[in-house]
């Protein structure tokens, strides 16, 4: 159980172009999503967290006209990075709590790694 | 600042040996996760120490919190080959509403 998904798991864009990704939870019904981003060999920086029907809260440093967050429902939240530019290339990682998995613990997706051309 | 700090950063060892990582941050917590990723991959969680616990077993995993010194290790015993992955450790800081702010990672290499 508590299993994340992702898509697309990879892409790769145009500089300019606005790239979506989705981070669904399979099997339980999330209230909170993060994500995250993670350049080579770096560790994992949490770019926002977003409530089911509620705005995203940004982190620190986060634009957030640039990465837009919707998490329209208990299984779905998207993170679109809009006009993308190669400094944008990153792997995104999603992850989810709440619901009947519990809010101890995140269930993260496999990732989705950008790069912009 | 960096709430957890993983050292030692790279660790290369011999199938069988243990492995030791530690982990330091800065604030309170709720608890401390461990996570293990393959090069290109998502996290996997591997255990979760709650503050008020000092040691946690799960299978070849031992895991200690010593919340005095803002501290924690895990320990793989008798490795083997598919146990090179990143390892991060990531705290839930109290009052942060279930955020997890990672650590640097430590990259284990197990040599078969």
């Known amino acids: 159980g508590a299993v994340v998904s992702q898509h697309p798991s990879r892409v790769i864009c145009k500089s300019g172009t606005s790239v979506k990704i989705e981070c669904r939870s399979l099997?339980?019904?999330?209230?909170?999503m993060f994500w995250y981003r993670q350049f080579p060999k770096q560790s994992l920086m949490l770019m926002a967290t977003?409530?089911?029907?509620?705005?995203?809260?940004?982190e620190q440093g986060v634009e957030k006209d640039k990465f837009l967050i919707n998490h329209a429902s208990l299984t779905l939240s998207t993170l679109t990075v809009t006009s993308a530019h190669p400094e944008d290339s990153s792997f995104y990682i999603c992850?989810?709590?709440?619901?009947?998995?519990?809010?101890?613990?995140?269930?993260f997706g496999p990732g989705t790694r950008l790069t912009v051309l | 600042s960096q709430q957890g700090e993983e050292d030692p950063q790279a660790l290369s060892i011999q199938e069988g040996e243990n492995a030791t990582m530690n982990c330091s941050y800065k604030?309170?917590?709720?608890?401390l996760q461990w996570y293990r990723q393959n090069s290109g991959r998502g996290l996997v969680h591997l255990i979760l120490?709650?503050?008020?616990?000092r040691e946690k077993h799960s299978g070849r995993l031992r895991v200690t919190l010593d919340t005095s010194k803002k501290s924690s290790s895990l320990l793989i015993t008798a490795s083997r080959a598919a146990d090179t992955a990143s390892y991060f450790c990531?705290?839930?800081?109290?009052?942060?509403?279930?955020?997890?702010?990672f650590g640097k990672g430590i990259t284990l290499s197990v040599r078969p």
């Open positions: 099997d339980f019904q999330a209230t909170t």
């Open positions: 990531a705290t839930d800081e109290a009052g942060a509403n279930s955020k997890l702010t």
């Open positions: 604030t309170s917590i709720n608890n």
């Open positions: 120490i709650r503050s008020n616990e």
């Open positions: 977003s409530n089911e029907g509620s705005k995203a809260t940004y």
């Open positions: 992850s989810a709590s709440g619901g009947l998995a519990g809010f101890n613990e995140q269930f």
